[in-house]
DNA sequence: TTGCGCGGAGAACGTTCGTTCTCTACTGTA
DNA sequence: TACAGTAGAGAACGAACGTTCTCCGCGCAA
């Protein structure tokens, strides 16, 4: 039998695929067992209800979605060029033929009247991103009202690309980016 | 027995409470019928199936959007000014004790992999509502790529203060609007 | 009054789903 | 070889849901 932490990095990883493709309640319990070639009895040995995996896979999509923009924001050198670096590693993601929206606004939109645990993942995912802008900003000497104006953007972006399903708002966003950072520090600096 | 057309309005009507407040998947048709007090049988011979319906609530949403969105512009006399007033607009709503989002963003991510035609029916109100204030930016004689960004501002602030359950992200984004407008036109014109 | 058609209430049906249970096969040990 | 413990496969269970069907009562024509 395989471990138990590889087990649940199957599961989670085999659910996440299939929730986010499909929806979450979309979704039943059979097609996980299948997918993740883990047995039901032991999928509820790791997790007690469905309900409890959904939360894990959302913290893993909060990993992935944090190592992903910390790659690419790798190259840039100044404060400004990472927080551009959010916008191109949006419109990179909107370009993937798998791309169905952010999974935390989807998922929200299923479950977060009805599940407070999964509302609770899901603003915390969205609080640490805005931390993570409020610290951009802060580098770049911008003020500190900068921060939830581009953390709106970004999130008005995936919205739009998902619903659209055409990756453009990645540009828009990043172009109105721009203006408001010249706005906010002073044009080209 | 009341009449056809009034019998529709109240299913859709008691449908699109329920289907925001809980989900459209966590509400199940018996629900509808009670709410609306009109009998199952009735129901479905005048929808012939729940997708069917909640299409039907998705366009009923559009039309009380824009009428709200018209009455809310109502007082300003320039184009500058009715652009801001979407965003006091959202303001109001998302002070709205029931608020939970966009229903169609909520709904979008909750079918919109499933259902083609709910998909169009979101993807339809976003496109007349990117229109709307494509006409706006026009009117302000500012260049038509304003258009998309102060779109995707007013996306955004709507997912962020629904999952957040906060109101001020409306405040932030038309800081944001004010900027752009700003930078697109001169300021203080 | 009698018969007829229509609509409402909700029972019934078939399916799906989350969760649990049963049975079987296998592993390691003496 | 005999046995105990464990895990996998999937059957089973109870609930919920979308949809259809049955039964009953009412209004109306003759």
Redesign the pocket.
């Known amino acids: 039998?395989i471990d138990e932490k590889t087990a649940r990095e199957d599961v989670v990883r085999a659910a996440d695929e299939l929730f986010y493709a499909r929806g979450v309640?979309?979704?039943?319990?059979?097609a996980v067992r299948t997918a993740a070639g883990?047995?039901?009895?032991?999928i509820?040995s790791l997790f007690a209800?469905?309900?409890e995996l959904i939360v894990a896979v959302l913290r893993h999509r909060t990993q992935v979605w944090d190592s992903g923009l910390a790659t690419a924001s790798e190259p840039a050198t100044t404060a400004r060029e990472r927080i551009l670096a959010i916008f191109d590693f949006l419109d990179a993601w909107f370009r993937e033929p798998d791309f169905r929206g952010c999974a935390f606004i989807n998922t929200h939109g299923e479950l977060g009247a009805s599940s407070t645990a999964v509302a609770d993942a899901v603003r915390e995912q969205k609080r640490t991103f805005g931390e993570y802008v409020a610290r951009l900003v802060a580098d770049a000497g911008a003020p500190a009202a900068l921060a939830p104006q581009l953390a709106i953007l970004a999130e008005g972006a995936q919205t739009t690309a998902a619903i659209a399903g055409t990756p453009e708002a990645a540009h828009h966003a990043r172009a109105a980016a721009e203006t408001l950072l010249d706005a906010a520090t002073g044009p080209r600096r």
């Not at 309640?25 to 059979?30: L, S, W």
């Not at 883990?38 to 032991?42: D, E």
């Open positions: 039998m309640q979309a979704v039943g319990m059979d883990v047995s039901l009895k032991r509820y209800s469905k309900d």
